[in-house]
């Protein structure tokens, strides 16, 4: 497999329910994201993982846990959510500038359309 | 507070005609720009890259133009495509900060055969 792959494409769970999303990236990448895409918003940064180590949290809730067991593999660990929370979860990845040069670009995955009920 | 702004959600344009989508942004600080395709059910892909020590970079079809005093990016598509219709994202970064992208709406591009 190459880029960056989501699993599952597609989940329904219930609010008292505990699951997990999963990203792997087969791209070298040192860096990976999650984003959260909902209706009519832009794609809102929820966690950025360099070289394994946690660097962004941005101010998301505790009912969404990030686990970086390691720069190849992302996963999102939900519990409690809610009818809101339901999105598109989109895993990316990057190299992470380790000079002050470009940013370069993020690779994306195709994304989890999470339904909660 | 969005720091990345496409005010148009959609744009329709007949095929071998020029494409313009705009983005507009706040932060001064923004100084590496990017532009992302996304087709129904799949993940965005990277288009184009802009630094702001540059007002203009072109690649094949697709050119990002670059006004730093206005705070506004645009990109053209010449000539558009059937298969270019998807949605379009503008994204900002600040170089040396690490890897943080700003990302706006989208415009959902249309172009009619």
């Known amino acids: 497999e190459t880029g960056v792959t989501q699993t599952p494409r597609h989940l329904v769970m219930g609010m008292t329910n505990k699951k997990s999303l999963k990203c792997e990236q087969h791209?070298?990448?040192?860096?990976m994201y999650w984003y959260k895409q909902s209706a009519k918003k832009p794609l809102e940064l929820m966690f950025v993982y360099n070289f394994k180590e946690q660097t962004e949290n941005n101010s998301v809730p505790s009912r969404f846990s990030p686990e970086c067991p390691n720069s190849s593999h992302l996963f999102l660990h939900l519990h409690t959510l809610q009818p809101e929370d339901s999105a598109l979860y989109l895993c990316?990845?990057?190299?992470?500038?380790?000079?002050?040069?470009?940013?370069?670009?993020?690779?994306f995955g195709q994304g989890t359309r999470l339904t909660v009920v | 507070d969005q720091q990345v702004k496409q005010n148009s959600p959609s744009l329709s344009v007949q095929e071998g005609r020029i494409s313009i989508l705009n983005c507009d942004y706040t932060n001064s600080m923004f100084d590496y720009f990017l532009w992302y395709k996304k087709y129904p059910a799949e993940g965005p892909t990277f288009l184009i890259s802009i630094s702001s020590i540059k007002d203009k970079n072109e690649d094949g079809r697709f050119t990002v133009f670059l006004n730093k005093s206005a705070k506004h990016l645009s990109l053209h598509i010449v000539p558009s495509q059937p298969g270019d219709s998807a949605v379009y994202f503008c994204a900002a970064s600040v170089r040396g900060t690490g890897n943080q992208f700003y990302f706006g709406t989208g415009t959902s591009l249309t172009v009619i055969p």
């Open positions: 791209l070298g990448h040192n860096a």
């Open positions: 990316a990845s990057s190299h992470y500038p380790l000079l002050a040069g470009d940013p370069g670009e993020a690779f």
